[in-house]
Protein backbone atom coordinates (compact mmCIF):
# COMPACT_ATOMS: atom_id res chain seq x y z
CA UNK A 1 0.00 0.00 0.00
CA UNK A 2 1.05 3.62 -0.81
CA UNK A 3 2.81 6.20 1.67
CA UNK A 4 -0.15 8.34 0.96
CA UNK A 5 -3.86 8.71 -0.49
CA UNK A 6 -6.60 10.77 -0.36
CA UNK A 7 -9.75 9.80 1.02
CA UNK A 8 -13.38 11.94 2.24
CA UNK A 9 -11.34 15.21 2.38
CA UNK A 10 -8.27 13.48 3.92
CA UNK A 11 -4.84 12.94 3.39
CA UNK A 12 -4.32 8.89 4.97
CA UNK A 13 -0.75 8.64 6.21
CA UNK A 14 0.71 5.87 6.97
CA UNK A 15 4.08 7.46 8.34
CA UNK A 16 3.85 7.25 12.26
CA UNK A 17 2.15 10.67 13.29
CA UNK A 18 4.42 13.57 14.40
CA UNK A 19 4.11 15.45 17.59
CA UNK A 20 1.69 18.31 15.80
CA UNK A 21 -0.33 16.57 13.53
CA UNK A 22 -1.67 17.69 10.02
CA UNK A 23 -5.64 18.55 10.60
CA UNK A 24 -6.48 16.91 7.37
CA UNK A 25 -4.47 14.07 7.92
CA UNK A 26 -5.56 10.41 9.35
CA UNK A 27 -2.13 8.47 10.60
CA UNK A 28 -2.85 4.39 9.89
CA UNK A 29 -0.62 2.76 11.23
CA UNK A 30 -0.41 -1.49 12.65
CA UNK A 31 -0.30 -2.93 15.41
CA UNK A 32 0.62 -6.60 16.79
CA UNK A 33 -1.48 -6.96 19.72
CA UNK A 34 -5.12 -6.41 19.30
CA UNK A 35 -6.62 -5.73 22.92
CA UNK A 36 -10.06 -6.37 23.01
CA UNK A 37 -10.85 -8.68 26.06
CA UNK A 38 -12.51 -5.28 27.67
CA UNK A 39 -15.15 -4.58 24.76
CA UNK A 40 -17.90 -6.98 25.98
CA UNK A 41 -20.89 -5.28 23.67
CA UNK A 42 -20.55 -6.33 20.03
CA UNK A 43 -22.94 -4.68 17.40
CA UNK A 44 -23.62 -7.02 13.88
CA UNK A 45 -23.30 -5.60 10.49
CA UNK A 46 -25.09 -7.78 7.83
CA UNK A 47 -22.50 -9.60 5.77
CA UNK A 48 -21.02 -7.31 3.75
CA UNK A 49 -18.65 -8.92 0.24
CA UNK A 50 -19.45 -12.09 1.97
CA UNK A 51 -17.60 -11.42 4.98
CA UNK A 52 -19.12 -11.26 8.76
CA UNK A 53 -18.37 -7.77 10.20
CA UNK A 54 -18.96 -6.06 13.52
CA UNK A 55 -18.22 -3.42 16.10
CA UNK A 56 -16.74 -4.24 19.68
CA UNK A 57 -17.33 -1.37 22.26
CA UNK A 58 -16.72 -1.25 25.87
CA UNK A 59 -20.61 -0.68 26.07
CA UNK A 60 -24.26 -0.80 24.32
CA UNK A 61 -23.77 2.12 22.43
CA UNK A 62 -27.43 2.53 20.66
CA UNK A 63 -29.35 5.61 21.40
CA UNK A 64 -26.13 7.29 22.77
CA UNK A 65 -25.02 11.08 21.63
CA UNK A 66 -21.91 9.78 20.77
CA UNK A 67 -19.02 6.49 20.45
CA UNK A 68 -15.20 7.46 21.03
CA UNK A 69 -13.66 4.12 21.08
CA UNK A 70 -14.50 1.24 19.55
CA UNK A 71 -12.77 -1.91 16.73
CA UNK A 72 -14.63 -2.29 13.58
CA UNK A 73 -14.14 -6.10 12.72
CA UNK A 74 -13.61 -8.20 9.31
CA UNK A 75 -13.29 -11.29 10.43
CA UNK A 76 -10.01 -13.51 9.49
CA UNK A 77 -8.78 -10.56 7.57
CA UNK A 78 -8.19 -7.05 9.72
CA UNK A 79 -9.23 -5.09 12.93
CA UNK A 80 -9.42 -1.78 12.82
CA UNK A 81 -8.68 -0.02 15.92
CA UNK A 82 -10.18 3.41 16.35
CA UNK A 83 -10.79 6.15 18.64
CA UNK A 84 -12.88 8.76 16.87
CA UNK A 85 -11.25 11.93 19.42
CA UNK A 86 -7.53 11.15 17.82
CA UNK A 87 -6.46 11.51 14.22
CA UNK A 88 -5.33 7.72 14.29
CA UNK A 89 -6.22 4.55 13.45
CA UNK A 90 -4.35 1.26 14.07
CA UNK A 91 -5.21 -1.88 11.71
CA UNK A 92 -4.09 -5.68 13.09
CA UNK A 93 -3.96 -8.31 10.64
CA UNK A 94 -5.64 -11.66 10.81
CA UNK A 95 -4.60 -14.53 8.53
CA UNK A 96 -6.55 -13.72 5.53
CA UNK A 97 -5.03 -10.42 5.47
CA UNK A 98 -3.40 -8.53 2.64
CA UNK A 99 -2.47 -4.74 1.74
CA UNK A 100 -5.43 -5.22 -0.92
CA UNK A 101 -7.82 -6.11 1.59
CA UNK A 102 -7.03 -3.77 4.31
CA UNK A 103 -7.18 -0.97 1.87
CA UNK A 104 -10.60 -1.89 0.11
CA UNK A 105 -12.29 -2.34 4.27
CA UNK A 106 -10.43 0.99 4.96
CA UNK A 107 -11.57 3.32 2.28
CA UNK A 108 -14.68 1.39 1.71
CA UNK A 109 -16.46 0.89 4.85
CA UNK A 110 -14.11 1.81 8.00
CA UNK A 111 -13.35 5.77 6.90
CA UNK A 112 -17.04 6.45 6.62
CA UNK A 113 -17.83 5.06 9.95
CA UNK A 114 -15.32 7.24 11.52
CA UNK A 115 -15.98 10.26 9.76
CA UNK A 116 -19.71 9.70 10.93
CA UNK A 117 -19.09 8.93 14.43
CA UNK A 118 -16.92 11.79 14.66
CA UNK A 119 -19.33 13.88 13.59
CA UNK A 120 -17.55 15.22 9.98
CA UNK A 121 -20.31 14.25 7.67
CA UNK A 122 -23.54 12.69 7.00
CA UNK A 123 -23.00 9.73 4.38
CA UNK A 124 -25.25 9.27 1.61
CA UNK A 125 -25.18 5.77 -0.35
CA UNK A 126 -24.89 7.92 -3.69
CA UNK A 127 -23.20 7.67 -7.04
CA UNK A 128 -22.35 11.82 -7.66
CA UNK A 129 -20.85 13.96 -10.21
CA UNK A 130 -19.73 17.44 -10.61
CA UNK A 131 -22.18 19.52 -13.40
CA UNK A 132 -21.67 23.26 -13.27
CA UNK A 133 -19.88 23.56 -10.34
CA UNK A 134 -22.27 21.65 -8.16
CA UNK A 135 -22.68 18.02 -7.00
CA UNK A 136 -25.61 15.99 -8.09
CA UNK A 137 -26.33 12.73 -6.73
CA UNK A 138 -28.07 9.73 -7.74
CA UNK A 139 -29.95 7.93 -4.88
CA UNK A 140 -31.76 4.34 -4.99
CA UNK A 141 -32.56 0.97 -4.45
CA UNK A 142 -30.06 -1.79 -5.58
CA UNK A 143 -29.91 -1.93 -9.06
CA UNK A 144 -31.96 1.20 -9.67
CA UNK A 145 -28.59 2.57 -11.85
CA UNK A 146 -26.66 4.47 -9.92
CA UNK A 147 -23.71 3.26 -11.16
CA UNK A 148 -24.48 3.40 -14.70
CA UNK A 149 -25.53 6.92 -14.65
CA UNK A 150 -22.60 7.47 -12.81
CA UNK A 151 -20.50 5.92 -15.46
CA UNK A 152 -22.73 7.69 -18.45
CA UNK A 153 -21.83 10.99 -16.77
CA UNK A 154 -18.31 10.32 -16.55
CA UNK A 155 -18.16 9.54 -20.02
CA UNK A 156 -19.86 12.91 -21.00
CA UNK A 157 -16.67 14.10 -19.39
CA UNK A 158 -18.22 15.34 -15.90
CA UNK A 159 -15.90 14.58 -12.68
CA UNK A 160 -16.49 12.17 -10.33
CA UNK A 161 -17.19 13.13 -7.20
CA UNK A 162 -18.41 9.49 -5.46
CA UNK A 163 -18.87 6.19 -6.73
CA UNK A 164 -20.70 5.04 -3.72
CA UNK A 165 -20.83 6.83 -0.68
CA UNK A 166 -20.73 10.61 -0.20
CA UNK A 167 -19.91 12.69 2.84
CA UNK A 168 -22.30 15.82 3.03
CA UNK A 169 -22.23 18.55 5.55
CA UNK A 170 -24.27 21.87 6.45
CA UNK A 171 -22.03 25.20 6.18
CA UNK A 172 -24.15 28.59 6.28
CA UNK A 173 -27.27 26.78 5.33
CA UNK A 174 -26.19 25.51 2.27
CA UNK A 175 -25.06 21.47 1.51
CA UNK A 176 -21.82 20.76 0.90
CA UNK A 177 -20.27 17.73 -0.10
CA UNK A 178 -16.64 16.24 0.39
CA UNK A 179 -15.24 13.98 -2.67
CA UNK A 180 -14.79 10.25 -1.66
CA UNK A 181 -11.85 8.08 -3.15
CA UNK A 182 -10.84 8.73 -6.83
CA UNK A 183 -12.43 5.21 -7.90
CA UNK A 184 -14.94 4.18 -9.98
CA UNK A 185 -16.61 0.51 -10.21
CA UNK A 186 -19.24 -0.04 -13.01
CA UNK A 187 -19.17 -3.61 -12.18
CA UNK A 188 -19.84 -6.51 -9.13
CA UNK A 189 -16.60 -7.18 -7.90
CA UNK A 190 -16.64 -8.51 -4.07
CA UNK A 191 -13.54 -6.70 -2.36
CA UNK A 192 -12.44 -4.59 -5.40
CA UNK A 193 -12.30 -0.66 -4.98
CA UNK A 194 -12.75 0.13 -8.81
CA UNK A 195 -10.46 1.44 -11.36
CA UNK A 196 -9.15 4.53 -10.69
CA UNK A 197 -10.48 7.31 -12.31
CA UNK A 198 -8.13 10.64 -13.52
CA UNK A 199 -10.91 13.06 -13.57
CA UNK A 200 -11.79 12.85 -9.98
CA UNK A 201 -12.32 16.69 -7.47
CA UNK A 202 -10.94 16.75 -4.33
CA UNK A 203 -12.24 20.06 -3.02
CA UNK A 204 -15.34 20.65 -1.36
CA UNK A 205 -18.66 21.22 -4.19
CA UNK A 206 -21.79 22.38 -2.91
CA UNK A 207 -24.65 19.94 -3.23
CA UNK A 208 -27.08 20.94 -6.34
CA UNK A 209 -30.08 18.23 -7.26
CA UNK A 210 -30.33 15.03 -5.78
CA UNK A 211 -32.45 12.31 -8.19
CA UNK A 212 -33.90 9.34 -6.90
CA UNK A 213 -33.98 6.72 -9.74
CA UNK A 214 -36.42 4.30 -10.24
CA UNK A 215 -36.37 2.03 -12.81
CA UNK A 216 -39.24 1.52 -15.31
CA UNK A 217 -39.80 -0.99 -18.73
CA UNK A 218 -37.33 0.00 -21.05
CA UNK A 219 -40.09 1.42 -23.32
CA UNK A 220 -41.40 3.98 -20.80
CA UNK A 221 -41.10 7.86 -20.68
CA UNK A 222 -38.22 9.73 -18.78
CA UNK A 223 -40.46 11.28 -16.42
CA UNK A 224 -39.77 13.36 -14.05
CA UNK A 225 -41.44 14.15 -10.37
CA UNK A 226 -40.16 16.89 -7.67
CA UNK A 227 -40.99 14.90 -4.52
CA UNK A 228 -42.19 16.39 -1.55
CA UNK A 229 -43.03 16.09 2.69
CA UNK A 230 -42.77 12.71 4.08
CA UNK A 231 -41.74 11.09 0.67
CA UNK A 232 -38.59 13.31 0.46
CA UNK A 233 -37.56 12.85 3.91
CA UNK A 234 -38.25 8.88 3.35
CA UNK A 235 -36.23 8.45 0.43
CA UNK A 236 -33.59 9.95 1.87
CA UNK A 237 -33.44 8.11 4.74
CA UNK A 238 -33.42 5.48 3.19
CA UNK A 239 -30.49 6.19 1.55
CA UNK A 240 -28.17 7.38 4.28
CA UNK A 241 -24.97 4.92 4.11
CA UNK A 242 -24.84 3.84 7.87
CA UNK A 243 -27.39 4.84 10.80
CA UNK A 244 -25.16 3.42 13.37
CA UNK A 245 -28.15 4.19 16.24
CA UNK A 246 -25.50 7.17 17.57
CA UNK A 247 -27.04 10.86 18.03
CA UNK A 248 -30.18 10.14 16.87
CA UNK A 249 -32.08 13.32 17.39
CA UNK A 250 -29.03 15.20 15.88
CA UNK A 251 -29.10 13.36 12.81
CA UNK A 252 -32.46 13.41 12.37
CA UNK A 253 -32.54 16.89 12.77
CA UNK A 254 -29.36 17.22 9.94
CA UNK A 255 -30.95 14.95 7.45
CA UNK A 256 -34.82 17.22 7.14
CA UNK A 257 -32.38 20.34 7.30
CA UNK A 258 -30.99 18.52 3.84
CA UNK A 259 -34.42 17.96 2.92
CA UNK A 260 -35.59 21.63 3.45
CA UNK A 261 -32.63 22.88 1.77
CA UNK A 262 -32.50 20.63 -1.59
CA UNK A 263 -34.68 19.70 -4.39
CA UNK A 264 -35.24 15.64 -4.86
CA UNK A 265 -36.62 14.47 -7.89
CA UNK A 266 -37.36 11.06 -8.59
CA UNK A 267 -36.95 10.34 -12.11
CA UNK A 268 -37.90 7.24 -13.97
CA UNK A 269 -35.49 5.46 -15.81
CA UNK A 270 -36.31 3.12 -18.51
CA UNK A 271 -34.51 -0.47 -18.58
CA UNK A 272 -32.60 -0.12 -21.89
CA UNK A 273 -28.86 1.48 -21.99
CA UNK A 274 -29.66 3.01 -25.52
CA UNK A 275 -31.82 5.27 -23.91
CA UNK A 276 -29.55 6.58 -21.36
CA UNK A 277 -28.63 10.05 -23.19
CA UNK A 278 -32.58 11.24 -22.80
CA UNK A 279 -31.80 10.62 -19.50
CA UNK A 280 -29.07 12.28 -19.39
CA UNK A 281 -30.47 15.18 -21.40
CA UNK A 282 -33.51 14.66 -19.08
CA UNK A 283 -31.46 15.70 -15.80
CA UNK A 284 -29.61 18.37 -17.25
CA UNK A 285 -32.81 20.10 -17.89
CA UNK A 286 -33.37 19.99 -14.44
CA UNK A 287 -30.07 21.63 -13.21
CA UNK B 1 -58.51 7.27 28.12
CA UNK B 2 -60.30 10.61 29.15
CA UNK B 3 -59.88 14.39 29.12
CA UNK B 4 -58.40 14.13 32.75
CA UNK B 5 -55.34 11.76 31.49
CA UNK B 6 -51.68 12.84 31.48
CA UNK B 7 -49.80 12.57 28.35
CA UNK B 8 -45.63 12.25 28.10
CA UNK B 9 -43.57 12.23 24.62
CA UNK B 10 -41.18 9.50 24.69
CA UNK B 11 -37.91 10.83 24.97
CA UNK B 12 -36.75 8.28 21.87
CA UNK B 13 -39.53 10.41 19.72
CA UNK B 14 -38.11 13.49 17.72
CA UNK B 15 -40.20 16.19 15.20
CA UNK B 16 -38.89 17.72 12.53
CA UNK B 17 -40.69 19.66 10.00
CA UNK B 18 -40.32 18.94 6.04
CA UNK B 19 -41.66 21.25 3.76
CA UNK B 20 -45.08 21.49 4.82
CA UNK B 21 -45.33 18.30 6.39
CA UNK B 22 -44.18 17.63 10.34
CA UNK B 23 -42.22 14.43 10.49
CA UNK B 24 -42.32 11.78 13.57
CA UNK B 25 -39.34 9.49 14.28
CA UNK B 26 -39.88 6.79 16.73
CA UNK B 27 -35.82 6.35 17.20
CA UNK B 28 -36.51 2.57 19.50
CA UNK B 29 -38.21 1.21 16.30
CA UNK B 30 -37.00 3.23 13.55
CA UNK B 31 -40.42 3.77 12.10
CA UNK B 32 -41.62 7.50 11.15
CA UNK B 33 -44.28 9.25 10.48
CA UNK B 34 -46.12 12.06 9.05
CA UNK B 35 -48.66 14.34 10.72
CA UNK B 36 -51.59 16.25 9.34
CA UNK B 37 -51.96 20.01 10.17
CA UNK B 38 -54.23 19.12 13.30
CA UNK B 39 -52.22 16.51 14.05
CA UNK B 40 -48.91 18.81 13.71
CA UNK B 41 -50.96 21.59 15.84
CA UNK B 42 -51.94 18.93 18.78
CA UNK B 43 -48.25 17.69 19.08
CA UNK B 44 -46.95 21.25 19.34
CA UNK B 45 -49.56 21.51 22.62
CA UNK B 46 -48.29 18.57 23.68
CA UNK B 47 -44.53 19.23 23.60
CA UNK B 48 -45.79 22.32 25.77
CA UNK B 49 -48.47 21.31 28.26
CA UNK B 50 -49.88 17.85 29.40
CA UNK B 51 -52.92 18.81 30.75
CA UNK B 52 -55.10 17.87 27.99
CA UNK B 53 -58.29 20.04 29.60
CA UNK B 54 -56.04 23.24 28.85
CA UNK B 55 -54.78 22.32 25.56
CA UNK B 56 -58.18 21.77 24.55
CA UNK B 57 -59.68 24.99 26.50
CA UNK B 58 -57.16 27.11 24.35
CA UNK B 59 -57.79 25.48 20.61
CA UNK B 60 -61.15 25.73 20.91
CA UNK B 61 -60.59 29.49 21.69
CA UNK B 62 -58.01 29.55 18.87
CA UNK B 63 -59.82 27.93 16.10
CA UNK B 64 -63.65 29.34 17.63
CA UNK B 65 -64.54 25.51 17.80
CA UNK B 66 -66.92 23.97 20.27
CA UNK B 67 -64.88 21.92 23.08
CA UNK B 68 -66.54 18.83 22.90
CA UNK B 69 -65.73 18.29 18.94
CA UNK B 70 -61.65 19.79 19.94
CA UNK B 71 -61.60 17.27 22.69
CA UNK B 72 -62.82 14.39 20.47
CA UNK B 73 -59.90 15.22 17.86
CA UNK B 74 -57.83 15.14 20.44
CA UNK B 75 -58.30 11.67 22.13
CA UNK B 76 -58.47 9.93 18.89
CA UNK B 77 -54.88 11.71 17.64
CA UNK B 78 -53.66 10.33 21.06
CA UNK B 79 -55.28 7.10 20.66
CA UNK B 80 -53.30 6.37 16.91
CA UNK B 81 -50.01 7.79 18.94
CA UNK B 82 -50.63 5.84 21.79
CA UNK B 83 -50.93 2.95 19.54
CA UNK B 84 -48.02 3.84 17.23
CA UNK B 85 -45.92 3.80 20.99
CA UNK B 86 -45.03 7.90 20.87
CA UNK B 87 -46.72 8.85 24.09
CA UNK B 88 -47.75 7.29 27.18
CA UNK B 89 -51.11 8.13 28.36
CA UNK B 90 -51.90 7.63 32.66
Known amino acids: MGKHHYAYGHTLSFHTPPTLKQSDTIYINEIKNLEKDHLYFQANFHTNQKRKIYLLTENDFRNSTSLEKWIFVVE ?85 LSDDKLGTYIKDDDVYCTPSHPYHRPYRNLEDLGIKVDKFEKKQVEV ?6 KPVDGDADVSMKKLKGLKKFEVLRYSTEMDLYVNQEERFKYISKIANSLDVYEIEIPHDKKRLDEVYNQILTYL | MTIQSKVNIDNDVFLQEVDDETIILNAKTQEYFSLDEMGSIFYHFLKEEDDLEIIVK ?21 KSLEEKGLVKVT
Open chain 1, 76 to 160: DVVSFVCDTKQQQIFYHKDFNYTDKLMEYWLIHILLPIYLTLNDSYYFFHTGSVEVNNQAVLFIGDSYAGKSTLTDFFLKKGHTL
Open chain 2, 58 to 78: ELSEHFSKDEKVIENDLLQFL
Open chain 1, 208 to 213: GKIFWL
